[in-house]
């Protein structure tokens, strides 16, 4: 517990944000990290910079600023490289967000390795980024979508997932963490795809900022992320794919920066990374994520790890003790989030209920909608945790969630 | 208690939220429309019967929402029945602009209305979608 309270300390100071007063007067308490992360000083001040002193498109011209944007934004592509411990840069594309990874694979996938009839396996715990790509295969071109049922712990169904598989099972797409539970994918689930042989692709939206990823050892064949979610800016995703499979599937959009060689008559294509990287990215973007990264490894993933999974077991533990509160998901480990329901209030009205408190908490259907059906529920409450929160934050949560309940049940 | 969550939850939302009034399906109907709130996952489903004179006759919805969705759609109804559609396309827009924050210039509502109970919303930006669903649904029925 001292440890965190320390921890806390430290960083808290770097978020500008959290120093604002809600209505005036409340102390902002921001348990909504998992839709998008507060941004660190040293983002929000080299983002600036860059449009200040260095700023000018990349890879396209031999002047200085065009050598200094390109630096960054390469030196950017380093740092996720070694964030997920990929083989090579040209493993690293840089999308516009984790949707754009998913929506980049199932298209250039499906034109490469798969027909009508050919089938992929997902889960019900999937966010709609990771379902809709995927419809479109379904919809445009016949592929058959499987859905790997969960258990009450918020789980994959191990044994239900193996069953999915065919000899026409191509592509397995899975959520690394899920946005509702905050459970971790069992890694039995990539081992089963490795044994098979079928590739799979992780929607890491959630773990890239709370766990220590190395693609390697996870053994995974993509891997999608968003920089918004790992304190850096919105508008820059990364895409991690072997290279085998990147360099065998076809380019995703045409443009500028993406091509060897242009007649009338056809194009050759760049090498990687390039080939994926259609037009004018957002390279402050990526510079800002690149700094994100260097925020994250300067704290230490050990320390956020064991911040975060104390800070949600101490929640979890809260939560769990009172009454009239429903925790979905049952009651195994949790990384930074939590869903639950106050009994017969609203999500909606526990989020409007707890913001003039200065509380910032996600209420809806969180993007997963098959999912909130399948728990016999149309919305969930959710609090998600980052390296600034505290034991603390959570202590006047609980106070004011017990105000709420006074209030709806008066 | 903080004014936002008192204005905005005053006791008339609290309890039609709880029992909604006119909940069901209208038979015979001959209008209906389905109302959905796409950010959260709320639904409704509006019934009601026009008769020769256009009037409102009778009026009803199902769904599932928060308390303000709820209570929208249920003092909804019992605004709107007996109406002329006409009268009722003006409420629709005076409702509107009062959840909007913007209660100047209302033509048919005044106080002394329980619409008038859920002009907190407008303290509340990301909530204005739950308070106009049930009557996008109903001008949706209208157009339909
Ligand atoms: C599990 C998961 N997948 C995908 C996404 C989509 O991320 P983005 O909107 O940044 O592309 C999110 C974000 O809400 C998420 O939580």
Redesign the pocket.
Same mark, same amino acid.
């Given at each position: 517990m001292d440890n965190s309270k320390t921890l806390n300390l430290n960083v808290r100071k770097d978020f500008p944000i959290l120093s604002k007063k809600i209505l005036e007067k409340k102390d902002l308490i921001y348990f909504d990290t #998992? #839709?998008s992360a507060q941004k660190p000083n040293t983002v929000i001040n080299e983002t600036n910079d860059f449009y200040k002193n260095h700023y000018s498109n990349v890879s396209r011209g031999v002047h200085t600023l065009s050598v200094e944007s390109t630096f960054r934004y390469e030196d950017a592509r380093k740092k996720v490289q070694k964030f997920l411990n990929a083989r090579s840069e040209n493993e690293i594309i840089f999308t516009k @967000?984790? +949707?754009?990874g998913i929506n980049l694979v199932a298209q250039t996938f499906y034109e490469k390795f798969m027909q009508k009839g050919d089938e992929v396996i997902l889960s019900l715990i999937e $966010?709609h @980024? &990771?379902l809709i790509p995927w419809f479109f295969l379904r919809d445009k071109y016949g592929v058959v979508l499987k859905f790997a049922n969960i258990q009450t712990s918020g789980e994959i169904d191990i044994d239900h997932f193996n069953s999915l598989f065919t000899n026409k099972t191509k592509i397995v797409s899975l +959520?690394h963490l899920s &946005?509702v539970f905050g459970t971790e994918l069992n890694e039995k689930a990539i081992s089963i795809c490795k044994d098979k042989n079928i590739p799979i692709l992780l929607?890491g939206?959630?773990s890239a900022a709370h766990l220590k990823i190395d693609v390697q050892k996870l053994g995974c064949d993509f891997f999608v992320f @968003?920089g $918004?979610?790992t304190y850096g800016p919105a508008g820059i995703?990364v895409l991690y794919g072997t290279e085998n499979l990147l360099s065998e599937m076809p380019p995703y959009q045409g443009g500028g920066g993406m091509i060897g060689d242009v007649s009338l008559e056809g194009a050759s294509y760049a090498e990687l990374p390039a080939k994926y990287e259609a037009g004018t990215p957002p390279l402050v973007e990526a510079h800002g994520l690149g700094i994100a990264i260097d925020y994250m490894n300067k704290i230490g993933f050990d320390n956020i790890i064991e911040h975060e999974n104390e800070i949600t077991k101490y929640a979890f533990n809260k939560l769990n003790e009172i009454d009239f509160i429903e925790i979905h998901g049952g009651d195994n480990k949790r990384n930074s989030i939590i869903s639950f329901n106050i009994k017969n209030v609203h999500s909606h009205e526990v989020s409007s209920f707890l913001d003039v408190e200065g509380i910032a908490i996600r209420a809806g259907h969180h993007?997963c909608q098959p999912l909130m059906k399948h728990l016999g529920v149309n919305s969930t409450a959710r609090l998600s945790f980052g390296v600034y929160n505290s034991l603390e934050e959570v202590d006047k949560f609980v106070i004011a969630l017990h105000k709420c309940k006074e209030f709806f049940n008066k | 208690m903080n004014d936002l969550i008192n204005d905005l939850y005053q006791e008339i939302i609290l309890d039609h939220g709880r029992e909604p009034r006119n909940f069901g399906e209208c038979e015979p109907h001959n209008k209906s429309a389905d109302g959905h709130n796409p950010l959260c996952g709320d639904n409704l489903k509006l019934t009601f019967l026009l008769n020769d004179q256009n009037i409102i006759e009778d009026i009803k919805f199902t769904g599932e929402g928060c308390a303000i969705s709820l209570a929208s759609a249920s003092l909804m109804t019992e605004k709107l029945k007996g109406k002329k559609i006409e009268v009722a396309e003006e409420i629709f827009k005076d409702f509107t602009n009062l959840v909007s924050g913007s209660d100047e210039d209302l033509k048919v509502l005044n106080e002394e209305d329980s619409l008038y109970a859920l002009k907190g919303v407008g303290g509340f930006p990301m909530r204005v979608k739950c308070a106009t669903m049930a009557w996008h649904a109903f001008n949706q029925a209208l157009k339909d």
């Open positions: #998992a #839709a @967000s984790a +949707t754009e $966010h @980024s &990771n +959520t &946005n929607d939206c959630q @968003s $918004h979610k995703g993007c | -």
